[in-house]
């Protein structure tokens, strides 16, 4: 499964419903369909099939509604449980695998949008930075925890004409040795 899961988090598409249904719990395509209203409806039905098929997603409900029935999905394992065996390995090479496919999928996104021929910077309010920091590791454990507290206030945001879908990527690294 770890191969599909990498596979998920690659792709920009999988990637952006997985996350919304990590952060839901459970949901269903009408709700996807209505959060990305940019992903047309065979792209995201199709999605959801190979993930259902992959192992990563499963159906926890069915509904009946208006002659069809409705299926609410959620995530077929915790994410979280990936990460502890990393963790628990200690491996580099494993977490190394990990950081590229997070890269890769980050990076693939960021093309996509840069070989828009709409693409507006300035307008789109993109952008990237480093910020080298002297941190103890409480300093950087309340950093982390309050900046994860304004996304996690801004995830549920619901779509409005007047909101971009935007991805917001965080990576915490020690820097390169600085000579003194």
Same mark, same amino acid.
Do not use: W
């Given at each position: ?52 098929? $992959?192992?990563?997603?499963?159906? %926890? ?9 409705? &299926?609410?999905? *959620?995530? !077929? ?60 590791? $409480?300093?950087?454990?309340?950093? %982390? ?9 801004? &995830?549920?945001? *619901?779509? !409005? ?20």
């Amino acid at each position: 499964m770890t191969n599909q899961l990498m596979d998920c988090i690659t792709n920009p598409v999988k990637c952006k419903l997985l996350l919304e249904i990590y952060s839901q719990g459970k949901t269903t395509a009408k709700h996807l369909a209505d959060t990305y209203y940019d992903i047309p409806q065979a792209t995201l039905y199709r999605h959801l099939k190979k993930m259902l098929n $992959d192992g990563i997603l499963q159906v %926890v409900e069915e509904t009946q509604v208006r002659g069809t029935v409705e &299926k609410s999905y *959620a995530l !077929a394992s915790d994410l979280s449980e990936h990460m502890e065996t990393v963790l628990e390995e200690n491996s580099g090479e494993l977490y190394m695998q990990y950081f590229m496919q997070y890269i890769i999928g980050f990076a693939k996104q960021f093309q996509a949008y840069c070989q828009s021929p709409n693409i507006k910077i300035k307008e789109d309010m993109t952008g990237f930075s480093l910020a080298p920091l002297y941190l103890s590791d $409480d300093e950087l454990t309340s950093l %982390v925890t309050r900046i994860s507290q304004v996304i996690d206030a801004a &995830k549920h945001n *619901a779509p !409005a004409p007047e909101r971009k879908l935007r991805t917001i990527g965080m990576i915490v690294s020690p820097a390169e040795k600085m000579e003194p």
